[in-house]
C-alpha cells in the first residue's frame, strides 16, 4: 500500500453523479462521473501520481468509489464532514461549490495526515449500512408518534388513524426485518460475533447498542478509553481562559452512536450494579440528570472498549 505523502494527496468531493477532483501540489482539477469508468479513472489517476485519496463520509454515495480504490491497493481516508467544515472556517472560506469542497478536503489533509478512517471490510459495511438504515427508519417512527399525538391533542386522530396505523405497521416490520439482518450478519461472521458476546455481556448493552458499537467503531479495543470516549463524542470538553472556568460539554464525534449509548446508559444506570452506584453518587453529589447520563455513556464506552480489548465478557470485577 502506498506510503502517506501529505505532498501528493487527491481530494474529491463526491455526490450522487460526480466526483470533483483537487490534486495537490500541482492543483490539477477534474471533474469525473460517480460511476464505475469514473472511479477505474480516479483508480490510475491515484496510481499514476502515489497519491493518497480522501473525501468526506457522504451517507454512502462514497462507498463504491472507496472500494474500487481500495481494492486498487490506493490509499484512502473517509474524512469528517464537521472537521473540513471548521478548517474551511479557519481559512476564511464562505463560498460553497464542488470544486471548493474539493480543494478543500484535500488542503485539509495535507494539514491533518493522521486524520480519517481507513475502509472497513466488506461484512462490517454491510453490518454498518444496515444499523444506519435502522436508525433512520427508528427516527421516522418516532416522528409519526409524535404526529400522532399532535393528532390526538387536536382532535383530530380519527381523520387520520387509519394512515397512521398502517405507515407504523410498516415501520415496525421494515425495522423488525432489518434487526434479523442485523442479527444474521453478526452471527455469521467470527469477529464480529465475538465482539458481539463480549459487549452484550455488559448490563446495558443490548442488541441494538452492541451492534451500533460494533458498525460505527470498529476501532473498539484498539485505543485508550478516553479516546474512545472522544469517538463516540462523550469526552468533555473544556471552556477554560484565563481565571474564568466555563462548562465542560461534549460534542462532535458520532452522532448516531452517541445518540444510542444515551439510551444504553439510562438502562445501566439503573440495571448495572456498577454504573449504579456510580451514577447514584454522582446524583447525591447535586450533579444534573443529564450530566450523570453523559457520565455513565462514556464509561460504558470505556468499558467497552478495555473488555474488547481484552477479549473478555463483562463482570463487575473488571470494570
Not at 438504515?133 to 381523520?159: C, D, F, Y
Not at 485505543?223 to 462523550?234: D, R
Not at 484565563?242 to 438502562?267: C, D, E, N, S, T
Request: hydrophobic fraction near 45%; proline fraction near 5%.
Amino acid at each position: 500500500m502506498n506510503t502517506i505523502t501529505p505532498e501528493r494527496i487527491i481530494g474529491i468531493d463526491v455526490s450522487r453523479d460526480w466526483l470533483d477532483i483537487h490534486c495537490l501540489p500541482c492543483g490539477h482539477r477534474q471533474r469525473l462521473p460517480n460511476t464505475h469508468r469514473g472511479h477505474s479513472d480516479v483508480v490510475d489517476l491515484a496510481m499514476s501520481r502515489g497519491a493518497l485519496v480522501c473525501f468526506e463520509a457522504t451517507g454512502g454515495q462514497e462507498w463504491r468509489l472507496w472500494a474500487a480504490l481500495d481494492a486498487a491497493d490506493v490509499t484512502t481516508r473517509q474524512l469528517p464532514p464537521a472537521q473540513i467544515k471548521a478548517f474551511a472556517a479557519s481559512q476564511g472560506t464562505r463560498a460553497k461549490t464542488d470544486r471548493i469542497d474539493a480543494e478543500l478536503i484535500a488542503r485539509f489533509m495535507a494539514f491533518r495526515p493522521d486524520a480519517g478512517r481507513c475502509l472497513p471490510h466488506q461484512k462490517l459495511r454491510l453490518l454498518r449500512a444496515l444499523v444506519s438504515k435502522r436508525g433512520q427508519l427508528v427516527e421516522t417512527r418516532k416522528r409519526l408518534l409524535a404526529q400522532i399525538k399532535a393528532h390526538l391533542k387536536l382532535g383530530s386522530a380519527e381523520i387520520f388513524a387509519d394512515t397512521d396505523a398502517e405507515l407504523k405497521s410498516l415501520l415496525d416490520r421494515q425495522i423488525t426485518a432489518l434487526e434479523v439482518q442485523i442479527e444474521t450478519a453478526i452471527a455469521t461472521n467470527e469477529d464480529l460475533h465475538e465482539a458481539a458476546e463480549i459487549l452484550r455481556s455488559v448490563p446495558g448493552i443490548g442488541p441494538v447498542a452492541s451492534s451500533m458499537l460494533i458498525a460505527e467503531m470498529p476501532e473498539l479495543g484498539q485505543l485508550p478509553g478516553g479516546q474512545a470516549a472522544a469517538l463516540a463524542g462523550l469526552a468533555p470538553i473544556a471552556h477554560d481562559s484565563g481565571a474564568m472556568r466555563g462548562k465542560r460539554a461534549i460534542a462532535g464525534g458520532r452522532r448516531l452512536l452517541r445518540h444510542v449509548m444515551f439510551q444504553a446508559a439510562l438502562v445501566a444506570s439503573h440495571h448495572n450494579p456498577v454504573l449504579k452506584t456510580f451514577a447514584e453518587r454522582l446524583r447525591s453529589a447535586g450533579k444534573p440528570h443529564k450530566v450523570i447520563i453523559t457520565a455513565v455513556a462514556r464509561k460504558l464506552v470505556a468499558i467497552a472498549n478495555a473488555l474488547v480489548k481484552a477479549r473478555q465478557k463483562w463482570s463487575p470485577q473488571v470494570t
